[in-house]
C-alpha cells in the first residue's frame, strides 16, 4: 500500500525553464510534508517543507505547493540548474500518536536539467 | 557536526554469511531510523526507535532482520543469514524534530 506516490519516475529540463515534481498521498491524517533530494552516492538531504495549515512555502529558487482537498503537493523550481539534477523524494508525516517521527517517503523522481 | 556517520560504505558478502550494518546518530537527535532503498520499492522504513527503544518495527521484511541501539550514539541493523534479495543501499537517519538528517548510506551486495 503506497501512501505517498510520486507517479513520474524520471523528468528532463532545459536549463533556466521550470521544474514541476508532482507528489499524491493517500493518508489523511498526514499533516506535515517535506522534499529531500538525493545525489549518487550520498544520502537524501532536506530540500524544504510544508505544513498542512499552508498550502504554500518559498525559499528561493524552490517553492512547496499543497492542495490538501487533492491531497497532492508539487515542487517547484525556478529557474533550474544543470546542479538540481538529483534524485528528488517526497515524503509525509502525521504529528498525532505513535506515528510522531515517522516520514512515509514516495519512490523518487529523476530531475534531469540539461545546459 | 560530522553528520551521521555509517559504516561499512560498501559490504560485498555470500548468502548465508551474517551481515551487520552501523550507525551513529548526530549527537542530541532522540530519533533514529533505519531505511533500505531499492529500485523496486524505493526508500522503505525499516525500523525507527526514540530515546533508544524500538517504535515501530513493522516494516522489517522478515526475521532474518535485526536492529538495535544499545545507547544514544550508536545502532547496528544485522541479517542473519543474508539473501541475495537483500542487496540494497541501507540508510540511517537521526532527527531531533520533524527534519531527518540521513547518513551516506551502506552499498549492500550479498553474491
Known amino acids: 500500500d503506497q501512501q505517498v506516490k510520486q507517479n513520474s519516475p524520471s523528468l528532463s529540463v532545459q536549463e533556466g525553464r521550470i521544474s514541476i515534481l508532482n507528489c499524491d498521498y493517500t493518508?489523511?491524517?498526514?499533516?506535515?510534508f517535506l522534499w529531500y533530494k538525493k545525489y549518487p552516492a550520498e544520502g537524501p538531504t532536506f530540500l524544504i517543507s510544508?505544513?498542512?495549515?499552508?498550502d504554500k512555502n518559498e525559499d528561493g529558487r524552490f517553492t512547496v505547493f499543497l492542495n490538501k482537498s487533492a491531497k497532492h503537493l508539487s515542487l517547484h523550481i525556478v529557474p533550474s540548474q544543470p546542479g538540481d539534477s538529483a534524485v528528488y523524494f517526497c515524503?509525509?508525516?502525521?504529528?498525532?500518536?505513535?506515528?510522531?517521527?515517522?516520514?512515509?517517503f514516495g519512490q523518487g523522481t529523476i530531475l534531469t536539467v540539461h545546459p | 557536526d560530522a553528520g551521521v556517520i555509517q559504516s561499512p560504505r560498501h559490504e560485498v558478502t555470500e548468502m548465508g554469511q551474517e551481515v551487520t550494518l552501523r550507525c551513529k546518530p548526530i549527537?542530541?537527535?532522540?530519533?533514529l531510523f533505519w531505511y533500505r532503498q531499492t529500485m523496486m520499492r524505493g526508500l522503505e522504513l525499516l525500523i525507527y526507535?526514540?530515546?533508544?527503544?524500538?517504535?515501530?518495527d513493522s516494516g522489517m521484511p522478515e526475521d532474518r532482520f535485526s536492529a538495535k541501539m544499545p545507547n544514544a550514539s550508536f545502532s547496528t541493523l544485522k541479517i542473519q543469514p543474508s539473501e541475495p534479495r537483500d542487496s540494497a543501499v541501507y540508510f540511517c537517519?537521526?532527527?531531533?524534530?520533524?527534519?531527518?538528517?540521513f547518513g551516506p548510506g551502506t552499498r549492500l551486495t550479498v553474491l
Open positions: 526507535f526514540n530515546n533508544n527503544v524500538p517504535i515501530d
Open positions: 515524503a509525509a508525516s502525521a504529528s498525532g500518536g505513535t506515528s510522531y517521527g515517522k516520514l512515509t
Open positions: 493518508n489523511s491524517m498526514f499533516d506535515y
Open positions: 549527537s542530541g537527535h532522540d530519533y
Open positions: 510544508i505544513s498542512s495549515i499552508k
Open positions: 537517519a537521526s532527527s531531533f524534530y520533524d527534519e531527518q538528517f
